[in-house]
Structures are given as C-alpha cells and as structure tokens.
C-alpha cells in the first residue's frame, strides 16, 4: 500500500514515514477521558451567530419557561388561599427563638378564594414532582430515538398548556387542581433530559461546559423571574390578580414551543440553514458515530447499571439535590419563622443565591473549557475539582448559617456568597453522562436526575420530622448540619469513583458482514506493518 489517508484533512503519509493507527473511535475514547482535548482539524466557522449558539440561546429560554411555571404557584399560592395564619400549634416562642425585627409590623396580606389547609397546600405543591419523576427515563430516551427537538419542545408545549389551565382547575376543586399539576410535571420531566441528547449533538467537547453552564443556567434565570414577578402579578386587580401568573408564563411557553419547532433541528446535518463550514467543524469535534442523528439500538441497560461512574454520578445529584430542595423549600420558612424576615423581604432575598449561582456558573464552566483546553487539567480532574467546588463551599455555608444562629444579614451573606459556587456543578456531573456516552447521555440524565429528584419528597419529609412544629434555631441548625454532611459525603463517592472516560457501551457491537469476517480470518496473516495501514 503507497498511501493512507490520515483524518480529513487531505494529507497522505508517504511509505518512507512511520506507521500510524487511524483510529478513530480510538481517538474519541481517550480525547475526552483521561488525556487531554485537542482542536478538530477542521476550522469552525468565523458566523458572528452560530446555529449551535441558537440551539443554546433557544435552550436557555426554554428551561428558563419551565422553571418559571414551576415554581410560580410556589409564590402565588399565598395570594390563593383565604387562610395565611400559621397554625396554632407550630411553636415559635421557645426561648431559643429569634427575636422579630424592630419597627412597625406589615400589613396583612388580602385574602384569596380557597380555603386550603397547609396540608392540601402541601400536597398541591408537591403534587408537581409525582409526574416530574416519572418522566425522566422516558423522555431521555425518547430524544435519543425520535430527536431532542421534538421531545423537548412537546415536553414544554405540555407544560404551557396545562399552565394555562390551573386557574380554571382550581376553581373546579382542589382534587382537579392536583391533577393538573401533576400532568405538568409529566410534561416538564423530559426537558431536561432530552437536552442533554441535544447537546450530545450539537456541541463540541471543548465548549460543552460552557454551554452546558448557558443553557442550565436557564433554570437560574426562570426562578430570578418567577419569583418577583409572580408575586407582583399576584398583588393586582385585574382578572383577580394570581391568574395573570399562569396566564403570563403558560402564554409566553406556547410562544416559544412556536418559534423553536421553527428555527430549530436535531443536528447540524439535519439543519437546512447551518453554514458548511459550522457543520464540518461540529461533526469533526463529535466524532462520525457520536454525531449521529438519532438513536435506533438496544438501550444497553445492564452495561449503565454495572457502571461505576454512572452511579458516582447519581450519588452526587442525589447530595446536592437535598442541599437544593433543603433551600429551595424549607429556607422561606427558616427565614420567616426564625430569622423574623417579611413577605416582600422574603421572596427578594431567597432569590439572591440563584442570581449568584446564575452568574458563577458562566464563570466557573468557562474557565473549566479553559483549563482543559490548555492542558492544565484533564477532564476527569476538572469535573471533579468544580463538583467539589459546588458541594463542599455551599455545604461550608450551610454551616455558616447555623453557626450564625440569628444574626439576619450575616446569615444572608453567608448564603448568597456560598450559594454562587453551585453553579459549578455544570463543570462537575451535570455534563459527565456526555463524557461517559454521548450515545445515551439522555436516557442516563434521566435516570440519574430522577433519582435525584426524589429528595424533592425525602428532604422535605426529613425536615419535617426534625422540626415537628417546634421552630427552634437549635433544630435549623441541625437541618443545615445534615444537608452539609449529605453533600459533602456524596461528592467524596464522585471524588473516589468518578470519570470522563468514553465507556465501551457508547458503541454497540456493529452486525457481522461478510467483509468483517473475511478481515477476522485475514487479518491475523498479515505483517504488523500492514495491519496498522489497513
């Protein structure tokens, strides 16, 4: 043989230069497992607006809707009940209690339509996560086979509509309501997984933590919104007032659903619109099987089971996810009952650490794509370096808090400076089932982010034992000291078991032709030299 071709590139190596292997599926399982990356040789486009910086600016604005529809009943729900007393057996008084600010008291908030006990309103608001979970899996895989655009946008589409449902369901009884909620959890419970096998797709390895960051982040930005808005929408006349919350976001859903089954596709070569050189350059990064558009094998279940990285990074969502839902749900109650903070204060200052954590993480995935592609850092060390980042120094912060005791700003600045970090998990697990398998990186976020999502029961449930109506600093305290410690041990499993390393079962086993057999029975007489040139 005179000549082999080496990569895409065009260039021949001559008889008279060293045998090389050109591997390709090789090169792709160590480039982005435990040596570094290295540029494609294709060149990306000089496009001042890239397509895969619309599939990510589109992705942004998707998971932003979502988590708005998400947590605004958290907000309006207040407006929606005729009883905001606390119950009466809930003891605030004991003398390890804090004591209530000075000046005048706020004036009562008005009165809404339903008489809802805590306990319904408790169910109401959780009911959300009963169809969130169940969805996980499916819509992951289901991206994997029939195409993330289709998926994610009917994911959101589902979530808009029954958005715009809620008012009448739950002037229809509380029974429908709950029902409502529970069919937009069903909904929403695929998006974030088929984004993942949307970025399997789309995005080159190099940039996938800052994408990953970007589009995440979007979650971030929904709850910064949500929160305040919901709250005004809630507090005027018109309509009402709370409706203008589900109308505003359930609306602005099916907008969205419109213009992204418009501008967006699958992958670069299914998109009619992307430059040449885009899609040459995005192809080159991922690699010919990785970039695949969709997904007809075997789901290789038994393989992801007898995975040890899989399950570190299940151990690590799990921990910081009750650390999430620790404060997500429970720190308005900390702040109202202990630390004495008002309405309007309240739903201002929970939103700070998601602000922090929205800006950091931009940051932190940044310097993570920086960092490995300089070679300072491997990807395994920079996932599990940025993963530490976002579990230990908010678990530290946790502490803080509860060391602080009643110290109101102190424990406020500890949070909100803390809580920044968490943004650095998008450099940590969040993108690791795209190292482990680009192939099935959907259906593994699903599994691992349904897991995870059931300590949106657990941790609630837990603290609720603990507290048992007595709102005591000493038993806060104990809360934060438990999701410090459950954060911190479920990152040393990521820490000791974690990796970036492609796993064999990305790649199933081609069918036998009778062109691989001839090779299987030929190949062995041949000369190494040869080999190596074939």
């Known amino acids: 043989m005179a000549a082999v071709r080496a990569g895409s590139s065009g260039d021949f190596l001559d008889d008279d230069e060293p045998a090389l292997v050109i591997n390709a599926s090789k090169s792709r399982e160590t480039s982005y497992g435990t040596s570094s990356l290295s540029q494609p040789p294709v060149v990306d486009s000089n496009d001042w607006i890239k397509a895969r910086f619309v599939v990510g600016f589109m992705g942004f604005l998707g998971l932003a809707l979502v988590y708005a529809m998400r947590v605004n009943l958290s907000v309006v729900i207040v407006a929606m009940v005729n009883n905001t007393k606390p119950p009466d057996d809930i003891n605030v008084t004991v003398p390890d209690a804090c004591p209530g600010p000075s000046g005048p008291a706020p004036p009562p908030p008005k009165q809404g339509e339903f008489d809802w006990d805590a306990r319904t309103q408790g169910i109401i608001l959780g009911s959300f996560f009963y169809g969130y979970v169940l969805t996980q899996v499916p819509g992951g895989r289901l991206a994997e086979q029939y195409g993330a655009k289709t998926i994610f946008g009917w994911g959101i589409f589902i979530t808009a509509i029954f958005t715009l449902l809620s008012p009448p369901a739950a002037r229809m009884g509380e029974g429908v309501f709950i029902f409502v909620r529970v069919l937009e959890g069903l909904g929403e419970g695929v998006t974030f997984p088929s984004m993942v096998a949307m970025l399997a797709r789309w995005i080159p390895p190099l940039e996938r933590n800052t994408f990953a960051a970007a589009v995440y982040s979007g979650s971030n930005f929904g709850t910064i919104i949500s929160m305040p808005l919901s709250g005004y929408?809630?507090?005027?006349?018109?309509?009402?007032?709370?409706?203008?919350?589900?109308?505003?976001?359930?609306?602005?859903?099916?907008?969205?659903?419109?213009?992204?089954?418009?501008?967006?596709?699958?992958?670069?070569?299914?998109?009619?619109r992307i430059s040449a050189q885009e899609r040459e350059y995005i192809l080159a990064s991922l690699g010919p099987e990785n970039s695949q558009d969709k997904d007809d094998s075997d789901f290789p279940w038994v393989d992801i089971f007898c995975c040890v990285p899989f399950w570190a990074i299940m151990v690590s969502q799990c921990g910081m996810a009750w650390a999430f839902y620790t404060q997500l749900t429970e720190m308005p109650t900390y702040m109202a009952h202990i630390l004495k903070y008002?309405?309007?204060?309240?739903?201002?200052?929970?939103?700070?650490?998601?602000?922090?954590?929205?800006?950091?993480?931009?940051?932190?995935?940044?310097?993570?794509?920086?960092?490995?592609?300089?070679?300072?850092?491997?990807p395994v060390a920079s996932m599990k370096i940025f993963n530490s980042l976002a579990s230990v120094v908010p678990s530290i912060g946790f502490i803080g808090a509860a060391l602080a005791g009643c110290d109101r700003q102190l424990v406020m600045v500890i949070i909100s400076l803390t809580g920044a970090f968490v943004g650095a998990q998008y450099a940590g697990n969040q993108m690791n089932h795209i190292a482990l398998s680009p192939r099935y990186a959907g259906t593994m976020y699903g599994m691992t982010n349904g897991v995870a999502n059931l300590c949106g029961f657990l941790a609630p449930y837990t603290i609720g034992s603990i507290i048992n109506n007595h709102e005591t600093v000493g038993r806060w305290q104990l809360v934060f000291f438990l999701a410090a410690a459950v954060n911190i041990i479920t990152n040393l499993v990521y820490i000791i078991f974690g990796s970036a390393k492609e796993q064999p079962f990305n790649h199933p086993n081609p069918k036998p032709s009778y062109l691989s057999e001839v090779d299987e029975q030929t190949e062995p007489l041949l000369g190494v030299s040869e080999v190596l040139h074939r």
């Open 342 to 378: 008002s309405l309007q204060a309240n739903a201002v200052l929970t939103s700070i650490p998601y602000l922090t954590s929205w800006i950091s993480s931009l940051l932190f995935c940044r310097l993570a794509d920086w960092l490995i592609e300089k070679e300072y850092l491997s």
């Open 233 to 272: 929408l809630a507090s005027v006349e018109w309509m009402g007032g709370w409706p203008l919350a589900f109308y505003v976001f359930g609306g602005l859903g099916v907008i969205w659903c419109v213009v992204w089954w418009q501008i967006i596709f699958d992958s670069p070569s299914t998109h009619p």
